[in-house]
């Protein structure tokens, strides 16, 4: 069954996993549908029909590298959608290198990331293995929207990503992947400052962000940090990363109340609608990119298919492993992602 346009999704029956499997679908690529539970797997294949082949179920586990072999074998590239990823990346990384195809995943848990670079960096480099974390809304989209707006700066001072959510219905795997990480931080927090990732543990600052209209200022919280801080500082001469959530989305996702994210629509997306604002500073200028949507989970399937399709297709700058605003062409991705994401560049900053 093996082509380039086939491509192992490991996770494939998670929330995001789904999405991920409808864009392979729907622009052309052959998935396999790879995770732990063997049922499960069964069921997703046969609510996608002919569409997905017999051979293409294929359970695998982390703690058996053969089954993730398996998995892997005469596919083109493997997207890794299952956390917690600081259990999964590291062994389906693992696989992709035996296979030596490239892997991408979808973390948004900054010490995942974080070892991904610290670990692989050099083993996939002498590989010539492609591997993109966080090919995300959280981490792959800041980047890009980063290292856009800094257009010709070769270095700046500080950079800022907000995110405006309308509202934050977390699935249980972002509630399990924000559990490890909090188990990791010892009860502190993590921010990017003077160059490095720092542990605090007093509470972040409560600030004003003034959003583009029609959003306008909105209660943030300061220091709300996200897989960014690790993107963004791999590759960008940038000491100051900062990122910043709505009050209302941070207090709905700190609830253990909270629901999980509902349909609206057949393709399974939520109402939930966002705005990611970027600000980059050097001395007095100031640099501004821009990007609004629905559903940050359904958004993340667009975002990791365009970077699959650019790195079969050769259309990337390095390997080894790499943030998406290094490994492309951060305006040009941007660009593409039109029919799912509104872009604006260049936008006037206060």
């Known amino acids: 069954m093996g082509s380039a346009r086939t491509v192992t999704v490991f996770g494939a029956y998670g929330h995001t996993g789904r999405f991920v499997v409808a864009e392979l679908l729907e622009r052309g690529f052959v998935p396999v549908l790879a995770g732990r539970d063997a049922d499960r797997l069964h069921a997703l294949a046969s609510e996608f029909g002919s569409a997905i082949r017999p051979d293409a179920v294929r359970p695998a586990s982390v703690d058996d590298p053969a089954s993730l072999d398996r998995a892997l074998a005469g596919a083109a590239a493997v997207i890794n959608c299952a956390g917690p990823f600081a259990t999964t990346a590291a062994p389906v990384i693992e696989a992709a290198l035996r296979a030596r195809i490239p892997y991408l995943d979808v973390a948004a848990e900054i010490e995942a990331n974080a070892d991904t670079f610290a670990h692989f960096a050099d083993r996939a480099r002498a590989a010539g293995v ?36 309308s509202g934050w219905h977390p699935t249980a795997g972002t509630r399990t992947a924000g559990a490890v990480s909090r188990q990791r931080r010892g009860g502190g927090r993590v921010v990017y400052a003077n160059g490095r990732l720092e542990r605090r543990h007093d509470d972040p600052p409560a600030l004003e962000w003034t959003f583009p209209a029609p959003m306008g200022p909105r209660a943030v919280i300061g220091e709300f940090t996200m897989a ?43 109402a939930q609608t966002f705005l990611v604002d970027v600000l980059v500073c050097r001395g007095e200028e100031r640099r501004r990119a821009v990007a609004t949507g629905q559903d940050i989970y359904a958004v993340t399937a667009p975002l990791v298919v365009e970077a699959v399709d650019r790195v079969l297709t050769g259309r990337t700058a390095t390997t080894g492993v790499a943030s998406a605003g290094e490994i492309f062409d951060a305006p040009d991705f941007l660009r593409a992602l039109s029919p799912h994401i509104t872009v604006e560049l260049g936008v006037a900053a206060a």
């Open 228 to 270: 960014d801080v690790v993107t963004v500082p791999s590759h960008l001469a940038i000491p100051e990363v900062r990122t910043y959530m709505t009050t209302e989305a941070a207090g709905q996702i700190a609830d253990p109340d909270t629901p999980a994210p509902t349909a609206v629509d057949a393709s399974g997306r939520s």
């Open 130 to 165: 492609v591997v993109v974390p966080a090919m995300a809304f959280y981490g792959g989209l800041g980047d890009l929207l980063v290292t856009a707006a800094m257009g010709d700066w070769t270095a700046a001072d500080e950079a800022h990503v907000a995110y405006g959510l």
